[in-house]
């Protein structure tokens, strides 16, 4: 009897994140790849290594640096358990960016899935600052440098730029009150926050009746109703998933280091000076549109789209098929064609011979240097989406879909340029021709 309520209990616990059965289709891998897990185990990694870090780091000015030091020679594992933290941050970036491209081209994120869009851009924001203040901690020349250009950035905005830069850092240049901020900020606030939003998202996912079930435009849908107890089957894809990540990560970190370049200096400052790699589109960006439009108006556009995004509805039920349908995946596939061969060119062709970007202090040349290129794509997108209606007779699912793989694309383009082909001065040249230290930016 005492042992049966035992049992009971024990697959309580299970069932509060999870329905007692799952519909069978959900639990194919191809429909979820296990990403939404795969960030939350990537997550756990990182508190659980955090914690660990924080019993040797220091957050002064003048004993971060050595912390670190002390930490990677003088503590058994310590190398390993940064190796671990920096490399987990980083790809909980990567997991997360893919968990949101699932979403968004298996189309769940409308109607009672809103909510968890919403909810998860803000766990995407958190983990983006997470790794944003995480980056300066260790205080050498890299970290330095590279939040030093991304707050440079804010100068670009009219009017509350300044202002948001000097929050950021504390005063007006980075010091120890940056380090104390950022330093609080990255092991308390935003832990609390990714907690609460966490929590939140996986319980709107069960009230949502689990992850989207595939209903293709084609096909009936008809063994749809069949349900499968969730333990074992839901629980164990989970395990497997889980099971994987801390393998590959663990195996990874012991291959390859974090990266540690001199203690910070101030007055030196490296060439070329990069970015944080996820910010290196946007720093790419700098190079061809007037800064204002770079570092404001775009995010901006962008950032309204992705929240907007829910609302833009077709009343079709596609929901759980990748890309709508054969033509949306063919319609992506030269989408992507589309943006490989356009965007270097441009890159290119503004490099040698447009420069858009120079002399773009005065306000009279806004207009040139700035609103000219930022009008020519508007309507290359406009074009593109007409074409793709005219051509394809696409549905206006498919055609929203192949803009956003066009502007994915050509986002992934900008930052691998940023990455691996700039050398100093910002010039563009090939990866073999620049240092590792140049490619700073994978820091
Ligand atoms: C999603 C969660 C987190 C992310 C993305 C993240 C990211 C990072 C990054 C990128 C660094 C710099 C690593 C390096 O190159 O040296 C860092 C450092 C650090 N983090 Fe985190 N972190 C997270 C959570 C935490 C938590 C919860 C704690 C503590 C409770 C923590 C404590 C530390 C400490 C002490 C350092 C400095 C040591 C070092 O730089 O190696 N982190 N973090
Ligand atoms: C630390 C961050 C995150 C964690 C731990 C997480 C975790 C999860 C998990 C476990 C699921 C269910 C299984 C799966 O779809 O893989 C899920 C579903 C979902 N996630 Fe996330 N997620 C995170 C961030 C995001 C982001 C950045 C977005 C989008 C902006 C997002 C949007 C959604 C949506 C809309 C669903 C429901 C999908 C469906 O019903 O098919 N999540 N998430």
């Known amino acids: 009897m005492a042992n049966n ?35 939350l185990v990537l997550a756990s990694m990182q508190v659980i290594t955090g914690i660990l870090l924080l019993f040797v780091y220091s957050s002064t000015m003048s004993k971060a640096y050595d912390s670190i030091l002390i930490l990677q020679h003088d503590v058994l594992f310590g190398k390993l358990i940064r190796n671990i933290h920096h490399w987990g941050a980083n790809f909980i970036i990567i997991v997360l960016f893919l968990h949101m491209l699932r979403v968004f081209f298996t189309g769940a994120y409308h109607d009672k899935r809103k909510v968890n869009w919403w909810t998860g851009l803000g766990l995407f924001f958190c ?32 009017y509350i730029g300044i202002p948001i830069q000097k929050l950021i850092r504390g005063g007006a240049e980075i010091g120890q009150v940056t380090l104390s901020n950022f330093f609080a900020i990255h092991i308390a606030l935003v832990p609390i926050a990714l907690a609460i939003l966490m929590l939140f998202h996986f319980w709107r996912v069960r009230k949502a009746g689990g992850v989207i079930i595939p209903v293709s435009l084609n096909e009936d849908a ?54 944080p790699w996820y910010f290196a589109g946007l720093q790419e960006l700098l190079q061809h549109f007037h800064p204002f439009f770079a570092v404001f108006v775009i995010p901006i556009l962008l950032v309204s789209w992705l929240i907007g995004l829910p609302f833009l509805k077709s009343g079709n039920n596609y929901g759980g098929t990748w890309f709508v349908s054969a033509k949306g995946r063919r319609m992506g596939l030269i989408s992507v064609g589309i943006a490989m061969i356009i965007i270097p060119v441009m890159i290119i062709f503004d490099e040698y011979f447009l420069n858009f970007a120079a002399g773009t202090s005065e306000i009279s040349s806004m207009t040139a240097n700035g609103l000219i290129p930022v009008a020519v794509v508007l309507g290359f997108l406009f074009g593109l989406y007409g074409w793709f209606q005219i051509k394809y007779e696409a549905l206006k699912d498919e055609g929203t879909q192949s ?41």
């Open 127 to 158: 983990v983006l600052i997470s790794n944003f203040t995480g980056y300066l901690l260790p205080l050498d020349q890299l970290s330095y440098w590279a939040i030093t250009i991304c707050t440079n950035m804010f100068e670009y905005i009219p």
């Open 5 to 39: 309520r035992k049992k009971t209990k024990k697959r309580n616990f299970i069932y509060h994140i999870h329905p007692p059965t799952v519909p069978w289709r959900t639990l194919k891998f191809t429909l979820t790849w296990g990403l939404g897990g795969g960030a």
């Open 403 to 443: 803009l956003c793989i066009f502007l994915l694309v050509s986002f992934i383009i900008l930052t691998v340029t940023g990455i691996l082909f700039r050398g100093p001065g910002m010039a563009l040249c090939w990866p073999w021709n620049i240092t590792l230290s140049e490619i700073a930016s994978i820091h």
């Open 222 to 275: 008809g063994d749809e109703s069949k349900r499968v107890p969730s333990v074992p089957h839901l629980v164990i894809r989970e395990l497997t998933v889980a099971l994987v990540i801390i393998a590959g990560l663990f195996v990874f970190a012991v291959f390859f280091d974090a990266p540690l370049s001199g203690k910070a200096n101030p007055g030196m400052s490296p060439n070329p000076t990069k970015a």
